[in-house]
């Protein structure tokens, strides 16, 4: 079986339990995540072989950090090490109208020290059929764009699907490139675009506003600018507040339009990882479906997140089949 | 003071704290349960005297559930021991959209030694007013089959009040007999019916609908069936989905259909017993008040368990009044 | 920086984790609390300099109260000592129809001690610009009463504010003062009545009724009978269970009535100090804002306390104002 | 069979985890525990009957600590309730040179409500074999010893056997009795004597050393004085530091001297109830067993219970006889 | 790099925190074990490629068993599933006198449906180069007892190194086969024996003493007996409580009687999984150091795991050879 | 009360609890720490005024450390914020034969952007008088060593107390300095020297031994190149394994020598922080008692520290001395 390919840092996650403020605790919970590695366990989850590629440290906490990606299946194999440290977030879970914070201490960490120097994607994408990039990896440093780059190329050469996720997070970025020419520069390279008005306004310097007109608009105008985009998937969120949302989502694929209903989350339990869900869900489902019933998935897939604790999804296929059945009543599973 | 007896077998459960997987956690939660030591315990915690027979492991664990049951004042004194572990249930609790999963280790577990040779029910049932016996019990070896009805048949003698609650759970039954020839056969030596149109369908074998209508039709059936059977009361549960539910109850008793309004839990803390609560907020109001008051008390008493955490009601006769009282807004009670 | 005074009982708060009963657990968490204290610490986490005034035990418990109280940046250097135990109280967090319990151990407590000999309010007022007091304090002993109206007194004379919370709480008031008396006479010191129906009423022995004419009614009895009192604010809580309220407030201050939106808060992590969340985002308030902002401000502080765990509001100044600013939806702040 | 009474406060005793002060927890375990109760909880693992005689808050608090001793089968029929809150002990557990702390709010508890009225010793005494005392309970309040005398009164008429541990703790006493002569009062109803050169000293007003001969001197007086008196026991207790003792003991029955080797206790766990599990193990052992091997018997368990966390002692009878054959070199018990 | 086998249970281990008995806990840590697999992962800790065959339940349970052995490295692609639940075993942690309980609820687990039909053994061993047996195996069902026979014939076949650890265990072996028969039967399959005289005695029915002169003459017996045995080593337990044991070791190579010096354990922290350690260390030492330096090593191995909490040695092989060079002393690594 | 000052970075420090591996764990217990702030920290538990200088991040981890500190009652007002994250260090805990392990993530930490410019020695020193200082500080930036050197320099200006504990650590000094010459550069500042041999022989490039001769020998040599430093102290840590050390001191104050017994600590519960204890132990009693009684002192709240958990001794004076008065056996404090 040929592998699905993710790349990007591997971060720490520190949170107080419960809704407690870090000057309310003593014990800190931690997971591990990232938000391509998310993307890269949930697919794993779903019963897909994934390989994450990446750099972490050389100590016991890159150790445990490997051990946590084993434990899904996700092959470690190729994940390099550095004496810099991991990269660590801090968070504080809010709840109804109070926010969740973060803190990072991710700017000198191990995988600032990637280069494609350590990265052989020519024998890693030899057996791969999908890789995932986002728009966190090119902001951290100059050599985790390059790495990308380098390997997206390969990918395109051999004809690999490739999905870009290019959030653009502004508080990044502080190594000297220009966020919009570098993420153009990787779009040019995909073939999915995951991403809605923000992304689409970002890079080609737009002003389209939230309407399914002009979501259709600017897809198009995506495609023009990058022929290599064949469809556009968009998740939108609607928050009545920090502890209650609720997930559809829209997509362009070149020739028609379509749209979810909403799923209604009313008790999130963690919004972590969300994202990633969905484009897991549309990885994943758009090798087994047509585009609808995979951004259907998708969607199910980002629903089914808001409920696992931590940053990875860990529902199996027939559980997010099972919601799109219908089955949201909750009742038990004997 | 005359004793309510239960008979069944009492579990272990197992479950990661809040929301979480196995895979996540390293430590789980446990309680002990199982559905009639429930009601018996409810009904200690409604000021009733009650008796527990089962058949439980010679072992710390079993050591363990006496323990938990003795702490409710409920007697222990007529559980038996056996070599064979305890029975053993693993709990994920789902949220939302997911829905909650349990995994069974219960079928070659201590009560399953159970045989009519080591309950003295002659001598248990003389100081006692009122047996309640469920599904799962027959369900579980023939050797609990065997007890239970020995047991029946002495209650049927005394004149002592007989509530069933003939759940057909169709992963059990592994060991020979027709679940609805066994169902049947111990319906018939009871005298409160707690159960709904799947039970009842299960039971005649026939296709009533959720209707009023056709509650009240399958009940009168029932009772021709089974003259032994005064009232037939049957709890009705809405799932928004895993985290947010409603509750009412209707019942037949013969002469009247009476139904309660809905109490609308939003914020579902353990949804595990509830039905218990249900039969044990039942079986006290059938003592104290008229079939309709004991209806809305059994009511009140099902929905408040769904605050309390593990498998047992922990609500005192005060606070399920004060509920049918209106008193839902929670303000503390100092 | 002239500092905010708040004077009161320090009270340990011992529950169970999460919704569970005394008889479930076998951890207790613990926060120090008690209402002045509570709007003290609320004041300096908004930036001011305060000062809490109390007297708790001479043993670790007390210094961990006190260390607890300087965490906050809240000066406790004229708090005094006593040999007798620091007032305790225990708590079960209610969910749904299940309201919370409260069980006190507060009536020979180190505070029960203080008499006006051991505060030195000349010096303490000297640096003072704001004095706080609630009916709790009061209602506990003689001699916090006396040293409540000895600090009133000079307040007084140096024309410093003086807000009351003149809460009545009929389970105490065990020394043998009127309470109705008592409270009237510290009302007259007071220049900001945070109270309404239910507080007027009891001062002033009247029967006026929740709506709005009423309340400006019993406003202007209020400051007639006590000229004092310049504005009258009152926070209205609707329940619709344990777990969901809903908060606004309304204000007469002597020339015109306003009264705030609902704040929805659909999933409570604990309402406990979100009174005093209120009266303390009304003092920083009315030092920054006009009335109806500060009444805003305080509306959004209680709301936002509903929030945290424990007794005491962690907001900023910022925090709250993004909620004025309509940011509810619960975003990351990355 | 007859049961074996206790009678006593009961205490909540709240301690953080582990070697943590309070300053550095937001949590802490909490046991029951008293010195009497442990006594009866530890001879009921042993398996006789016991019933506890108390007085406790009416409140959850106390329907908790109730809970708790029924969970041992220890009968809480006779314990009256009060409305004042439970006694309690804060405890922080010291290691190595670091001793142990306590800190106790008990001088207005429940217990100190108890009279002579409220407790129907001749009934309960009826079904009595062996009462049993400690000096803490007359030093609570005079209703504890004028309950308390009226208990060992009756228990001399049925010539029922009396222990007493006449514990002398000089931070109590403060009602206005003497406590020698209390205490004196007491022992002369008293048939043995648990304790030691500190208490025989404290009662007699001698000043005997340590050394076996004072010790077989010190009991002969006290026969001397207290004809009652049968045998006297003491425990004597070497510690290398707060996590390291030696336990052994001697006795004196009118007869011969015996004492036992020590027992090397080199990783305490807990040693708080300790004493009281000597004590169970000697009232347990007078029944069954010669002197020596009952004061074998005793040490055994004393130094069993330093294992067990919590004031009270989990030791079956096997266990305690499989340590004194020998068998201290932990193999599992599979 | 070929691989080491191993086969055996999975467990799931279950205690309370600390020393704490399960009528304390309502919490539970929870970990995966079993003797053969903790072999297996300890040696994948020093850096070998390893995979483990065992069948385990097809449910959430078992799911988490995989991905508890993945998370080490080891490959689990090779066990099979079953209806069955996992084998449980319940453990209450001893401390100085006190011995560790243990309760197993394995006698109907999915372990027990394993037969050879389901091990395709020769595709596995195929790219083998040791496989370790242990004497539990046979003991729990026809099955396994067949499937581990299997095993070993190819095995030897291939030439592959089979290590025995026969361990007798007198509460297994219920499905009717002789236990002597069944190890002597395996033990003529494999070349290292790990064992002492308590296993040689068992299996020739002979009574050595433990004395140096006796273990010579018994393991030469052994070889005489089994020639395909090679080499005999020894692990050496002295226990001064539960809480502290030395560890020391001796060989009989068929050509030199070697022992080790005592690793003096002073504060254990869980001995569970420490003989695997030493099998561990014997299995890897074989195969890169003479026969005394790999007993050594499995000593040092054997020390160390008693300072790991769970059933599995984390130790690396630097880590072990540290303590070989003396480094006893704690100092940090930083 | 003029103030004790200290200087030098704040770190989180996370662990799993217990003796786990991060790969065993999802919960980590955090402090804060830092040499010369655990020191700062002592001296406020022994009734000192304490500020401490250091730069924290401007997040809510800041925010938690500032709480932290100041909830000791060491004034926080002159520690600066920087947007780089705090510095954070991971910790396993060994036992036995298993050391402890450390994993730093401090390289560009807050801590790091100190200069010169915005600390106001001045104004800071003008109510100081004493100056505590590590090696660990100039290691740690550029900036560190120059506002290290300038505070030092007024310190001298000024006559206040400089005590230097010139720890030399070789994974640090990553920023170009010569470790020995700056340390040797401010040793010249410095009165009391706390260090031992291998200090000396780095900074002056000597090779002595450890013996009593040498240490003396040494010290003169050092007094003699560094005319300020009048005493040197040294302690000294003999190391039986992991969890058990032995701890002396020894001193040459220009006139004698001196040694003290050793403290034997045959349970540690952490001894981290310990040298630190040692070093406030000397500051505070060098203040008060004589040469010899300071390092008996100190001594003492050495081996007290190892019975805290986390980074801080917690001892009071009374609790120190009452350990140099004999009380080491642990009877409890009520």
Redesign the interface.
């Known amino acids: 079986m040929k592998k699905i390919i993710t790349f990007g840092e591997v971060l720490m996650r520190?949170s107080p339990e419960?809704?407690?403020?870090?000057?309310?605790?003593?014990?800190?919970?931690?997971?591990f995540g990232g938000t391509e590695v998310n993307v890269g366990i949930s697919i794993a989850n779903f019963g897909e072989k994934v390989k994450h590629i990446s750099c972490v440290?050389n100590?016991?906490?890159g150790?445990?950090a490997l051990?946590?990606i084993?434990?899904?299946?996700v092959s470690t194999s190729d994940i390099v090490r550095s004496p810099k440290?991991?990269g660590?977030y801090?968070l504080?879970v809010?709840?109804?109208?109070?926010?969740?914070?973060?803190?990072?201490?991710r700017?000198?960490s191990s995988f600032s020290d990637i280069t494609p120097k350590v990265v052989d994607w020519e024998r890693i994408l030899e057996k791969g059929k999908w890789i995932h990039w986002t728009g966190i990896t090119p902001a951290l440093s100059k050599g985790a764009y390059e790495t990308l780059k380098a390997g997206l190329k390969i990918a395109k050469e051999k004809g690999i699907s490739v999905s870009a996720d290019p959030t653009y997070?502004n508080?990044l970025w502080k190594y000297g490139e220009n966020a919009k020419d570098v993420l153009a520069d990787l779009v040019g390279y995909s073939t999915i675009f995951i991403g809605g008005i923000n992304e689409i306004n970002e890079i080609l310097e737009t002003n389209y506003s939230y309407s399914n007109e002009d979501f259709i608009e600017a897809s198009k105008k995506l495609m023009e600018r990058f022929p290599s985009i064949e469809k556009v998937f968009d998740k939108i969120r609607t928050?009545?507040?920090?502890?209650?949302h609720k997930i559809r989502a829209r997509m362009w694929n070149g020739e028609e339009f379509r749209e979810t209903v909403d799923?209604?989350?009313?008790?999130?339990?963690d919004r972590i990882g969300t994202g990633d869900a969905f484009a897991a869900g549309l990885i994943y489902g758009l090798q087994k479906y047509d585009d609808f019933k995979s951004m259907e998935f998708a969607s199910a897939a980002c629903?089914?997140k808001?409920?696992?604790?931590?940053d990875v999804n860990?529902?199996a296929v027939d559980?997010v089949n099972?919601?799109l059945n219908g089955?949201?009543?909750?009742?038990?599973?004997?």
């Open positions: 520190l419960g809704n407690k403020k870090f000057m309310q605790a003593n014990l800190l919970e931690f997971y440290s100590d016991f906490v150790d445990t051990s946590y084993q434990k899904f299946g440290p991991l660590v801090f504080e809010g709840a109804v109208m109070r926010p969740s914070s973060i803190s990072y201490n700017s000198h997070r508080g928050s009545i507040n920090s502890s209650w799923f209604d989350i009313t008790h999130i339990v629903a089914l808001h409920t696992y604790e931590g860990y529902a559980e099972a919601i089955n949201i009543s909750g009742r038990f599973n004997r």
